[in-house]
């Protein structure tokens, strides 16, 4: 870690001419269970990982913010006023930066003078693993530090959904932020999105380890099937609520569901609202099932979730199908999903310590063998939420 920060202050420094004051870290978020039932008004079961977005940053005197990221090295400095924020075009990473200042703006608090910043991940772009969020949640404790703004932080949670939701125009529930925003080393997040309830659950796997699973397909969470899901859902709900008095399709059981469905009268309808309320029921298994050691019942619904978001929620495609169900079927593996909105990105498998290597070569090799590219690997270590870094 010291070495990225080493890296980011000569950047600063050769970039602004001047030493960076302050470092900051945000990281990138796994889903353990609970996939598309955030905005749905369901559980999710997040965790914060150890890698993620790192930052330097200093405050200026006049109104400019300048910006350099290490992943956007041929954007170079990107710069803009204070009292001139526009939107850039073509999904420039600056557009974050600027969400997040008019998000908090608009809660009141006062960003007084502009700053530089100089960033770089080690989170893939469109993989499922919240690079967006992890920049949000940067941006809001940078700003923080910089400006002593007297925030909670819920405030910067819901600064950061409400820059994806109104300034990038992602429909986004709140969990990638939550779980960034709240993190810590060793815990899962059992996030209730109803009520923003949450419990800290020791993420304890035993000799188990959690296996990221990349596609290395890139995907726009913006240009993608994302939006229509959620309107989708909210058609359905609209149509539920004709006669059930509910807010949302998580306060549904599945027996309620299953009684109400001519209600919907729509099979593809049906079937994303079926998605939502079973994956929410799914959650509240899983986190028992974590809480008790039963990995076995945990990694179950780890498969059974993978399943619905193909079949239900028809979320997954080609390769995050390959890379589950390759995993499923090997010897060590208890579960394995996809994670994140889907249509790329990746998947995660709770793989026996021991056989992580061997999981590895055999999906790995079958994958390219599919697809004529590799896929990418490595093990989820649970960290801290977003912080500034002494």
């Not at 910067?156 to 990038?168: H, M, S, T, W, Y």
């Amino acid at each position: 870690m010291t070495d990225i920060y080493t890296k980011l202050e000569t950047i600063f420094q050769e970039k602004f001419s001047a030493k960076p004051e302050r470092r900051f870290f945000s990281p990138g978020r796994i889903n353990l269970i609970g996939e598309h039932t955030d905005y749905n008004g369901g559980h999710v079961f997040p965790a914060a990982i150890t890698l993620g977005t790192y930052g330097v940053a200093s405050k200026r005197q006049d109104q400019t913010v300048r910006l350099y990221s290490g992943n956007f090295e041929e954007q170079g400095v990107v710069s803009f006023d204070l009292d001139k924020i526009q939107k850039s075009p073509n999904n420039s990473w600056d557009n974050y930066v600027k969400g997040m200042i008019l998000a908090l703006e608009k809660e009141g608090f006062h960003i007084p003078n502009g700053f530089d910043l100089a960033i770089e991940g080690n989170l893939p772009n469109s993989s499922g693993l919240s690079s967006s969020a992890s920049l949000e949640l940067l941006i809001g404790v940078v700003l923080e530090d910089l400006f002593d703004l007297k925030t909670t932080r819920l405030q910067l949670v819901q600064a950061g959904q409400r820059a994806e939701n109104d300034f990038i125009g992602v429909n986004s529930g709140i969990m990638d932020q939550f779980a960034i925003g709240f993190g810590k080393k060793d815990q899962a997040i059992f996030l209730d999105t109803n009520t923003l309830d949450y419990e800290l659950v020791p993420a304890k796997f035993g000799d188990n380890v959690i296996l990221i699973m990349n596609t290395n397909k890139q995907r726009k969470l913006a240009d993608s099937k994302y939006n229509e899901r959620r309107q989708q859902c909210e058609e359905a709900l609209k149509r539920l609520q004709s006669k059930l008095d509910i807010k949302s399709l998580g306060e549904l059981s599945i027996s309620e569901f299953d009684k109400n469905t001519d209600l919907i009268a729509d099979g593809t309808l049906i079937k994303r609202a079926r998605h939502a309320v079973y994956e929410n029921q799914r959650t509240l298994l899983a986190k028992d099932a974590l809480t008790n050691g039963d990995l076995k019942q945990f990694g179950q619904l780890m498969n059974r979730s993978h399943k619905s978001l193909k079949d239900d929620y028809a979320v997954t495609g080609d390769e995050l199908d390959t890379l589950a169900e390759t995993a499923q079927q090997q010897e060590g593996v208890l579960g394995a999903r996809m994670i994140g909105a889907g249509f790329g990105g990746c998947a995660i498998a709770l793989v026996d310590k021991d056989k992580v290597d061997q999981v590895k070569q055999v999906v790995g090799d079958r994958y390219f063998k599919k697809f004529g590219y590799r896929a990418g690997f490595y093990v989820a270590k649970i960290g801290d939420g977003s912080k500034a870094v002494d």
